[in-house]
């Protein structure tokens, strides 16, 4: 799970470096929609030393994506389209655009545009003044057209998207570049796509299905190697700071940590409040970082010394709804359905009925995003497929009390469901190592 809205690098704030999916952070310090450009402004290199210098070379034979699956994407993307009479797709720069077409570009109030048809060469329209670095990202991958800041710029591309009856828009583009769209085409309809690229991103291919593979074993390993220097007495900050330093040193980028004491795991995404680690205590840390775009998302729970009856029990209930909901994922069944199958261990429990104890959702899909389609909730109709990949994170939370949550990315196979790294084995084996 990851928090939308707490501030940068400490305890159960999520510092995230990436937006949009992968996020950036802002001078407030609040989390802010993922640009694709901003991974490229973090990929410095990372600290490496100290108790993590072991870490260093986890990730360094991971290959990124290459041209040809982006052209492959396109393709997809155009039989998408075609199958349900679409004449092309609008996109601009985000999350999407870089999952077409491997073009990182932040977004402005100078929309950069791209127009995949189902037919032709795909169409660029971007400032002029930006043309020499346009042009060296996009290379010879379709037409550019260029305006100056004197002009309107849907303008330069009026007679294209008038000669297109029925155009389908990125959902996450925005209305003020929607409206002047439709302002610049009158005769063109517009709708939101409703599935053409969520229809792409959500089957995984193999390379895809390789780095979220990595960068959760990545994380897994950091996680646990920080927990190794973790003592009674640090605060939640301190804690993710380790954290943060352990995925570093392993290769990861755009490294988020959310860090939770006690009582304060009882908030799924943190509260203001400070903790510092006491004997006794749980800790909640929910964290993942950046490979090559693609995204890891890991949350454990352990205890410093010996848990209480009560703390147990209820890590044990977490434990057992995660493994139930596992078991029931394989091609065919539906989201909703997994869903429901962990929350009925917890309501068993007692922690029921519904969302009394266990507030959220049982996972979303991870990719370029850490949270996309497909999501596992109740009545969620989406069918597993495989090459989707998804978190599986039950939890329960007692006000004032205690929060646990379990959370492992998944992928769905051909067979049933693939874990990326090893999972918890028990309350005394929280990192699967024993």
């Given at each position: 799970m990851e928090n939308p809205i707490a501030p940068p690098w400490s305890?159960?704030?999520?510092?995230?470096?990436?937006?949009?999916?992968?996020?950036?952070?802002?001078?407030?310090?609040?989390?802010?929609?993922?640009?694709?450009?901003?991974?490229?402004?973090?990929?410095?290199?990372?600290?490496?030393?100290?108790?993590?210098?072991?870490?260093?070379?986890?990730?360094?034979?991971?290959?990124?994506?290459?041209a040809s699956e982006y052209a492959a994407r396109r393709e997809r993307a155009r039989e998408l389209a075609r199958a349900i009479g679409v004449d092309a797709i609008v996109l601009e720069a985000g999350v999407s655009l870089y999952y077409l077409t491997g073009v990182r570009w932040g977004q402005s109030e100078r929309p950069l545009l791209y127009v995949l048809p189902v037919e032709g060469a795909p169409l660029w329209l971007g400032p002029a003044f930006e043309s020499g670095t346009l042009g060296e990202r996009v290379g010879d991958e379709g037409e550019i057209h260029l305006w100056e800041e004197h002009e309107g710029p849907y303008t330069q591309i009026t007679a294209r998207l008038a000669a297109l009856g029925r155009v389908a828009v990125d959902p996450a583009m925005r209305l003020f570049v929607v409206d002047a769209?439709?302002?610049?085409?009158?005769?063109?309809?517009?709708?939101?796509?409703?599935?053409?690229?969520?229809?792409c991103r959500m089957i995984k291919s193999p390379a895809e299905l390789a780095l979220l593979r990595r960068a959760s074993e990545?994380?897994?390993?950091?996680?646990?190697?920080?927990?190794?220097?973790?003592?009674?007495?640090?605060?939640?900050?301190?804690?993710?700071?380790?954290?943060?330093?352990?995925?570093?040193?392993?290769?990861?980028?755009?490294?988020?940590?959310?860090?939770?004491?006690?009582?304060?795991?009882?908030?799924?995404?943190?509260?203001?409040?400070?903790?510092?680690?006491?004997?006794?205590?749980?800790?909640?840390?929910?964290?993942?970082?950046?490979?090559?775009?693609?995204?890891?998302?890991?949350?454990?729970?352990?205890?410093?010394?010996?848990?209480?009856?009560?703390?147990?029990a209820a890590w044990e209930v977490v434990h057992a709804a995660q493994a139930a909901a596992l078991a029931a994922m394989r091609p065919g069944v539906s989201g909703g359905s997994i869903d429901?199958?962990?929350?009925?261990?917890?309501?068993?429990?007692?922690?029921?009925?519904?969302?009394?104890?266990?507030?959220?959702?049982?996972?979303?899909?991870?990719?370029?995003?850490?949270?996309?389609?497909?999501?596992?909730?109740?009545?969620?109709?989406?069918?597993?497929?495989?090459?989707?990949?998804?978190?599986?994170?039950?939890?329960?939370?007692?006000?004032?009390?205690?929060?646990?949550?379990?959370?492992?990315?998944v992928a769905i196979t051909p067979s049933g469901v693939e874990v990326f790294g090893p999972l918890s084995r028990s309350i005394e084996d929280p990192f699967g190592v024993g």
């Open positions: 305890r159960r704030r999520f510092a995230a470096g990436l937006g949009l999916g992968f996020g950036a952070l802002s001078c407030a310090g609040r989390r802010q929609a993922w640009s694709a450009a901003d991974e490229e402004l973090s990929r410095e290199t990372p600290p490496r030393g100290g108790p993590f210098a072991g870490l260093a070379a986890f990730c360094v034979d991971a290959e990124p994506i290459q769209l439709r302002q610049a085409a009158r005769q063109t309809h517009f709708e939101i796509d409703a599935g053409i690229l969520s229809g990545a994380t897994k390993e950091a996680l646990r190697r920080a927990a190794a220097e973790i003592r009674v007495g640090m605060s939640e900050a301190t804690i993710a700071e380790l954290v943060r330093e352990a995925q570093e040193a392993a290769g990861l980028t755009d490294v988020w940590t959310l860090v939770l004491v006690g009582s304060n795991a009882a908030f799924p995404h943190g509260t203001n409040i400070e903790r510092v680690l006491s004997p006794g205590d749980a800790i909640l840390v929910d964290t993942g970082g950046s490979l090559h775009g693609y995204r890891s998302d890991v949350t454990r729970t352990w205890f410093t010394g010996k848990p209480s009856a009560e703390l147990r429901e199958i962990a929350r009925q261990v917890i309501d068993a429990a007692g922690h029921g009925p519904g969302y009394r104890r266990f507030t959220h959702r049982l996972g979303h899909g991870i990719g370029l995003q850490v949270h996309e389609d497909p999501y596992l909730v109740g009545g969620a109709e989406v069918v597993l497929a495989p090459g989707m990949v998804m978190s599986n994170e039950p939890g329960i939370y007692v006000p004032g009390e205690f929060g646990i949550r379990i959370e492992d990315i």
